[in-house]
């Protein structure tokens, strides 16, 4: 059987003391990393957005979660300096392995600063389009036009040529109608202007266009330029061409 | 609008050329049949049919073909602005829109191409019996209050500043003041009462806009219209 002195019972509770010291300023650390965390997230939200709000968010946490744990590790007299070296080492090494996704992330954060779209917006990028789902510190989050989902590295996204069909309400419609050259010019870009004018989804102001591009020996193209709210743009499309052909077959020009 | 009440639990209701048969199927159920089909509204207790009159859901651009003010001088009209009508379904506090009929279904864009706004479009006429008229008369004073003549071709007007007035002599809105800033450009200010000439002004649908009673358009170096509520 063994003695237990005054000593050992002092020892015991000073680790125990450590012990729990060194729980305590974990919990708290951690409730206050988030806490903190939930604070700067709400804090850059209506001035910044959903998403600069969100990293700003997980920054803030990590950062004061790894304080903490060093101030974990401190109770414990542990060499920090030790650990920081290693962390140095195992840093690079980390940093060779992942080299693409720290630079996916370094990407990410421009993509969030530039904010050429945001989510919701529709826009077109490396010839796919559709509708950014997400952007994340490592990828952009597309679904497609025809339903696909399409995850792309943000470090694509930062050299990419992006259209973003969502910034303005109203987009121009470019068409081009062709006659035959024996028909009559005047009567043609008349009935166009009148066809034009008749549909209810061009707009009254800005004024459309109707010009003249091209006359060849067997063509005269006709390039009509309309005014048109962004979410009409595909029905004026149609609804434009095939009312042209049919006011021209009419006429019997063609 | 005709109503007209069938067995008990049906009504049929005329609207605008169209015919709408509402029959209650059971106590939280009425069955609507038209021409465009068959639809379900989910009510309670006694219903009945009215038709709302209503300005559209865009601002008004309203074009004139031009018009020129000589310095100083002022000048009033009314402007008409189309409303829509609603056809809507009421029982107890409950209304439901049913159908809705809008005249004017072409739209302009006021502002540069990149910043501005969808509006509904409205050519102005001068010559028309003001007092035979369906669409609300919008009581307008425009003022040139520089030293050279200047030219309006159009302005806008946001139906969410407006009153709608019903009144023994048609529909009225509250009065408005432009003034002409140089061509084309002017400010907006909408007023708080309507005009003289209505007859027993009886409020039908109140500012939408709670924070700003006076709106004025301002134009900066660029050209870009900006809004400001005063």
């Known amino acids: 059987m063994t003695d237990i002195t005054g000593l050992d019972v002092y020892v015991l509770y000073s680790q125990y003391t450590t012990v729990i010291r060194a729980v305590l300023i974990l919990v708290a650390g951690l409730f206050a990393a988030k806490l903190a965390s939930i604070l700067a997230g709400r804090l850059t939200a209506p001035k910044f957005g959903g998403h600069v709000s969100s990293v700003t968010k997980n920054i803030t946490f990590y950062v004061l979660a790894a304080a903490t744990l060093f101030a974990f590790l401190g109770v414990f007299n542990i060499n920090l300096t030790g650990v920081l070296a290693a962390a140095g080492i195992l840093g690079i090494a980390i940093g060779f392995a992942a080299q693409t996704s720290v630079g996916n992330m370094i990407s990410g954060f421009f993509v969030i600063a530039d904010k050429p779209f945001e989510i919701g917006d529709a826009i077109e990028l490396e010839g796919q389009s559709g509708y950014v789902l997400d952007i994340t510190l490592l990828s952009t989050r597309i679904r497609t036009f025809d339903n696909r989902y399409l995850r792309i590295p943000n470090s694509a996204v930062m050299n990419a040529k992006i259209v973003n069909l969502s910034k303005y309400e109203i987009r121009r419609l470019d068409l081009v109608s062709r006659i035959a050259p024996r028909d009559e010019l005047a009567k043609a870009l008349e009935i166009a202007d009148s066809v034009i004018r008749d549909n209810d989804k061009v707009l009254v102001e800005p004024g459309h266009e109707i010009l003249i591009t091209n006359i060849s020996e067997d063509k005269v193209d006709l390039e009509i330029r309309a005014w048109v709210p962004r979410n009409k743009l595909f029905a004026a499309r149609t609804e434009l061409l095939r009312s042209i052909r049919e006011a021209f077959d009419a006429a019997g020009i063609g | ?230």
């Open chain 2, 1 to 230: 609008m005709e109503i007209e009440h069938k067995e008990g639990r049906s009504l049929k209701a005329g609207f605008l050329g169209k015919e709408y048969v509402f029959d209650r199927l059971n106590t939280g159920m009425v069955r609507i049949r038209s021409g465009a089909g068959v639809s379900y509204a989910a009510v309670k207790g006694e219903f009945s049919v009215d038709m709302a009159r209503d300005f559209y859901d865009r601002p008004y651009m309203v074009r004139f073909d031009l018009v020129r003010l000589p310095p100083g001088s002022s000048t009033s009209m009314f402007l008409r602005l189309p409303l829509s009508t609603r056809l809507m379904l009421h029982a107890g506090n409950k209304a439901i829109e049913i159908d809705r009929h809008v005249e004017f279904t072409r739209n302009a864009w006021y502002g540069a191409v990149h910043l501005g706004v969808l509006c509904t479009f409205v050519q102005a006429e001068f010559q028309y019996d003001v007092f035979k008229t369906e669409d609300a008369l919008v009581p307008l004073r425009v003022t040139n209050r520089g030293d050279e003549t200047r030219e309006l071709s159009r302005i806008v007007i946001d139906p969410m500043n407006l009153r709608l007035y019903e009144c023994d002599n048609g529909m009225f809105t509250d009065e408005v003041y432009v003034d002409v800033l140089s061509s084309n450009e002017f400010g907006v200010e909408y007023g708080i009462r309507t005009s003289p000439a209505a007859i027993e002004p009886r409020v039908l649908i109140d500012r939408k806009m709670s924070i700003a009673q006076t709106v004025l358009i301002k134009f900066d170096k660029l050209g870009i219209a900006k809004e400001l509520g005063l």
